[in-house]
């Protein structure tokens, strides 16, 4: 018994991650109301029309453009466990704001905008900051394992979390119930600090002026080696693409279903939670799927029935439209956690230690540039079709993304490397040259 349960918590057992496992824990719960409040604030408060929410939705992503490749230089240089503190800190004041000026009464649209675009860009550091310090506490051989744990986190949240933040939205007012988000990055700046492991940069001030001065070289080196590792370049085609058709559907999801569903917050909220269970089966099965099927074509199903799991959401009634919402998210959220698990930690794995920051900012700018384009988009869209059309057009174009895994050689991987690539920063070239190519 005492060996099963050793074997369960396996990643747990380690001081340092188990901290950084219960920040995630109380965070993300905190963040699942605010997923669902803000827009409700939008929608049901300031009564937003569809562009106005969908471009509230894009003001939250549009800082991935513009701050992820310099948040790697960053996060390469200094101590990824202070910029994860920082980033957590500075959440919660910045949500603080929302309630406090609802309750002054001074609340408006562009003050949305405001939170969601700060919150937005403290999150990439945090982002970046974590996926770069997780090989750093578990080593690469135990990667996958070390995502799964936080992913079911994650799912975990989504599971409960909005029905919580329903509850909330409902005796408190979506305003208010966002307070329990901002006190939740305060839980979780809590456990961070106590982390013991004394994380220092990759590389010493002095090492990067000798090879290449300022944060152009250092971003243009992310660059490179993203842009020569084919794994990652049909990763990021595939993951783009479906971003980009699901945040057309997704911009204008919550006010599809509350104008034209007419779905109630505190039914909204229960909704999310019972289909989000796929979020926790997926994150627990991950990485057991990608063993047993195959890296390679554990991700190709998965990017399939996320795409087709949007249909349902098109397809859905007036008169019984819960079924069909609840079966969407258990698919979508299996889908999700397989693509994340394994594709993260792929990333991870074939990314040298030095490059950690830059690689993982450089993974994130390219996959989520199209989340704010798709939102606008969205936005459009509903406006000129309406929104069960437009949410069936992101259906179709998810299905996009499926050719760029299977022209690739991501269908033979059989699983994730466990030992980095043989690459320094000083052999690193441009394109042009045939120096440092990354293995395939």
Do not use: C, K
């Not at 080593?139 to 394992?145: C, D, I, V, Y």
């Not at 842009?227 to 783009?240: K, N, V």
């Not at 979508?332 to 920051?357: H, K, W």
């Amino acid at each position: 018994m005492r060996a099963r349960l050793v074997g369960y918590l396996g990643l747990l057992r380690q001081p340092d991650f188990r901290r950084l496992w219960l920040a995630q824990t109380i965070s993300q719960f905190g963040t699942q109301v605010t997923v669902l409040a803000l827009p409700l604030v939008a929608i049901l408060v300031l009564e937003a029309s569809p562009f106005e929410v969908a471009l509230l939705g894009a003001l939250e992503f549009l800082p991935f453009l513009f701050f992820t490749l310099p948040a790697g230089v960053w996060v390469d240089r200094l101590s990824r466990r202070r910029i994860l503190l920082a980033a957590d800190l500075g959440r919660a004041g910045v949500l603080a704001v929302v309630p406090v000026a609802h309750l002054v009464g001074v609340l408006a649209i562009w003050q949305l905008y405001v939170v969601a675009f700060a919150a937005g860009m403290l999150t990439v550091f945090f982002d970046v900051a974590y996926q770069a310090f997780l090989p750093e506490l578990v080593g690469r051989e135990r990667l996958a394992e070390g995502n799964s744990r936080l992913e079911i986190t994650r799912s975990s949240a989504q599971v409960l979390g909005p029905g919580i933040g329903g509850i909330l939205v409902g005796a408190f007012g979506a305003p208010l119930a966002i307070l329990a988000d901002a006190l939740s990055y305060v839980g979780s700046a809590a456990f961070l600090v106590r982390i013991r492991r004394a994380t220092v940069p990759p590389r010493r001030r002095d090492e990067v002026e000798a090879h290449q001065p300022g944060f152009r070289g250092e971003i243009a080196e992310g660059l490179r080696f993203y842009a020569r590792e084919p794994y990652l370049r049909a990763e990021s085609g595939a993951i783009t693409t479906l971003n980009f058709a699901g945040q057309i559907s997704g911009s204008i999801y919550l006010v599809f279903i509350v104008r034209d569903l007419g779905l109630s917050p505190e039914v909204i909220g229960l909704t999310l939670s019972v289909g989000s269970v796929g979020l926790l089966v997926g994150a627990t099965t991950a990485e057991q799927i990608g063993r047993r099927m195959g890296v390679g074509r554990a991700l190709i199903a998965a990017f399939a029935v996320s795409a087709a799991a949007t249909f349902l959401v098109a397809l859905a009634p007036r008169d019984q439209a819960i079924p069909y919402l609840v079966t969407s998210g258990v698919l979508q959220g299996l889908a999700v956690m397989v693509i994340n698990v394994n594709g993260l930690s792929l990333r991870q794995a074939v990314t040298p230690d030095e490059l950690q920051g830059r690689v993982n900012a450089t993974g994130r700018w390219i996959n989520w540039s199209a989340i704010p384009v798709g939102a606008i988009i969205g936005g459009a869209l509903a406006t000129a079709l309406g929104l069960r059309a437009t949410i069936l057009v992101g259906a179709i174009l998810g299905v996009l993304g499926l050719p760029w895994l299977i022209l690739s050689p991501i269908r033979t991987l059989r699983e994730i490397p466990t030992v980095p690539p043989s690459l320094r920063l000083e052999p690193l070239a441009p394109p042009s040259t045939p120096a440092g190519q990354p293995p395939g």
